[in-house]
């Protein structure tokens, strides 16, 4: 499985930004993917997730009705669209694959993409 994410960039507070992940062929289709953060000197945190069974997300609830996971199948990509942007989303967002598990903890996660920068101005 290999992930790339893409789409980070420079954005002013309230702005909006949407990340991409591809993945390598039938990975959406087969596996759960998460997005995770990771500012600097902190933990790394959960953001969203979705599994392929059913297409059920699952939110940090910091990120909700903010942020949206979406994916399509045919382009074997998944998205983050993040809206009403904060400085403290400020991080680097990286996507992960499991082959079930579509929770918060990151460990569980076998596959990662190598992150994209998202940097929020005040």
């Known amino acids: 499985v290999q992930l790339q994410a893409s789409g980070g960039g420079l954005v002013q507070a309230g702005g909006s930004l949407r990340l991409s992940c591809a993945a390598s062929e039938r990975t959406v289709t087969t596996y759960s993917m998460g997005w995770f953060r990771q500012a600097p000197g902190k933990e790394r945190e959960f953001v969203a997730a979705?599994?392929?069974?059913?297409?059920?997300?699952n939110y940090a609830d910091s990120m909700k009705g903010r942020f949206t996971l979406s994916r399509d199948n045919a382009k074997n990509t998944v998205y983050l669209q993040m809206n009403s942007l904060k400085p403290e989303d400020t991080a680097v967002y990286y996507c992960?694959?499991?082959?079930?598990?579509?929770?918060?903890?990151?460990?569980?996660?076998?596959?990662w993409g190598q992150g994209t920068l998202v940097t929020v101005s005040s």
């Open positions: 979705i599994t392929w069974i059913d297409g059920s997300t």
């Open positions: 992960a694959a499991h082959r079930f598990y579509y929770g918060s903890s990151w460990p569980d996660y076998d596959y």
